[in-house]
């Protein structure tokens, strides 16, 4: 059978022609990570004929088990699962939070990022930049006005000329639909929504090549989802970063995401173009998680 | 523009089942070629598999059987066998498609939304709802909409991307049929092959190059 790399003639992607997409600028592969001692029949005995991710020979735990996918700039994947199906440990291995037991991830020309020599921290904030589901967990300070915080990453960027730092956040908080009163204000008032554009703002001050968002609208009522949905597509768009996303909510996946990929049991049982998974899925999980979308 | 010819569609023995133990076939071995500069309209009864053969040629459907094909100058893919970054990069770059789908946050404008689907200006997308005489439905809110102003605002978008293979379900229960046939002349002109779906008698049966109606699976053209 043929496949989409098998295609007749080269594969230049800069031309107008091509049926191809640019080369990915996020290459992941085979991103395996476990809780718990671990044995040799792990892989075996968890998964989706075991109906579980915990060993029942070790007791350890199988968060994600050869996880492979790839995002191109602008582009933006979707990752959904039901609570426990590795949706988090992945998240947390793309942030460089964790340090899987196997696999590699190549962000743009920098190779296997799970063995950097830099600093994970310094490549936290240079290339790979989450946005979590909650904004004081996620190392803002509360008791700082909004400002404060924006200019604090500036201030990690090198920017040292105060008033181009106050001119900078200033204009990224506003670009995001904070109004300029609210600045000054300690993020502690804010509500979550408003917390979340502070950590979109954050993110734009230095674009990463790889945006993580962290269930962006979980929790938010649904008028100030609405409003986030457009400011969180227009970053995306506006980064050219690539972009994962995990969120329970289909809705909003299918909104911002143009592939989704379903995560069960630690194993990715599905991936497609979002429309496909949600009108025609074809793992048996991926069915009963759209027949579960409350209408 | 495109070169005139350059773009076609071409599937072949396509055939999509619904069900699980029990299957119902929609499409039977499907066969259709839709060359660049023409326009293939595929007539049918209510629930004869138009939409489902419009989903298997923008990627939303898996097809159980079969091949849809594309080729633009001499790059050929074969979209069935395509991964999923490649189907996806084809939706948003290549196909412009018309399936009554139009998922976008809701507080956005529907020039905003039509011109993000379509990558074209603001002003641009105002100029394609004005084609259809929807200039009014720019500022509004996509969310707002009715769901047949959200069809114009959809279809508008899809005809406004100007891309090589176009492939539209039921674009006449959306806008009136002779601001669509001059807007389908126009992407014709331009070298597009287009594929259109419509219910028996269609209007668009004035324009098209081919045409044929699907029944019990399968197309039995009449035009050609």
Redesign the interface.
């Known amino acids: ?9 080269l594969a230049d992607w800069t031309d107008g ?5 640019p080369p ?1 600028l996020v290459s992941v592969r085979g991103v395996s990570h476990r809780f718990g001692p671990g044995c040799d029949r792990c892989v075996e005995l968890t998964g989706e004929e075991a109906g579980t991710n915990r060993c029942h020979a070790c007791g350890s735990v199988v968060a994600v088990h050869d996880a492979s996918f ?1 995002v ?1 700039s602008r ?1 933006v994947l979707g990752v959904v699962g039901e609570s426990g199906s590795g949706k988090t440990t992945l998240l947390r291995c793309l942030h460089l939070d964790l340090v899987p037991d196997a696999g590699s991830m190549v962000v743009g020309q920098q190779e296997n990022m799970f063995q950097a020599t830099a600093a994970h921290r310094e490549l936290r904030r240079s290339t790979v930049v989450m946005v979590h589901q909650n904004a004081l967990a996620a190392g803002l300070y509360p008791r700082l006005a909004a400002e404060s915080n924006v200019a604090e990453r500036l201030l990690g960027g090198g920017a040292r000329a105060f008033t181009g730092i106050h001119a900078r956040a200033t204009e990224l908080l506003s670009e995001l639909g904070l109004q300029p009163e609210r600045h000054t204000d300690a993020l502690m008032t804010f509500s979550g929504g408003m917390q979340q554009r502070v950590q979109l703002a954050r993110a734009l001050v230095d674009p990463p090549q790889l945006l993580l968002l962290d269930e962006p609208t979980t929790g938010l009522d649904p008028s100030v989802q ?2 986030l ?2 400011v969180v ?1 227009r970053v995306t ?1 506006t980064l050219g970063s690539a972009t994962v996303i995990v969120s329970h909510d289909l809705a909003v996946v ?2 911002l995401a ?2 989704i990929v379903v995560l069960h049991h630690g194993r990715i049982v599905e ?6 998974i949600l ?2 899925p ?1 793992h048996p999980y991926t069915q009963l998680l759209v027949s579960s979308r409350l209408t | 523009m495109i070169a005139q010819g ?1 773009a076609a569609i071409t599937v072949t023995d396509l055939s999509k089942r619904f069900g699980g133990a029990a299957p119902t076939g929609v499409l039977d071995a499907v066969n259709l070629i839709a060359r660049g500069g023409t326009l293939s309209l595929i007539v049918g009864a209510p629930c004869s598999g138009k939409s489902t053969l419009v ?1 298997c040629l923008t ?4 097809p159980d059987a079969g091949e849809v094909t ?1 080729r ?7 979209l069935t ?14 196909i412009a498609s018309f399936d009554g ?1 139009l ?6 404008p529907a020039a905003i939304v039509a011109a ?1 689907v379509a990558q074209r200006s603001r002003s641009a997308a105002v100029a394609a709802l004005a084609r259809f005489q929807a200039a009014d439905l720019a500022p509004a809110p996509i ?1 707002r909409l009715r769901t047949a102003d959200r069809l114009t605002v959809a279809l508008a978008a899809a005809l406004l991307a100007e891309r090589p293979f176009v492939v539209l379900d039921e674009p006449e229960r959306s806008v009136d049929p002779d601001s669509l046939a001059s807007s389908l002349k126009r992407a014709m002109d331009a070298g597009a092959a287009i594929i259109a779906t419509g219910a028996p008698g269609s209007a668009l049966e004035s324009v098209a190059t081919a045409s044929g109606e699907l029944r019990k699976g399968r197309i039995e053209w009449h035009k050609q």
């Open positions: 059978m043929m496949t989409a790399n098998a295609f007749d003639g022609e091509s049926l191809l997409p990915p790839e191109g582009e609405a409003d949905l457009d597509q768009e299918r909104i143009s592939r991936q497609g173009v979002s429309e496909q009108e025609d074809q | 350059a989903r990627g939303v459907y898996r594309f633009l100058g001499a790059r050929v893919l074969n066998a395509a991964d999923p970054r490649t189907v996806a990069w084809m939706r948003s770059h290549r789908q998922a976008a946050a809701p507080r956005l993000r969310g």
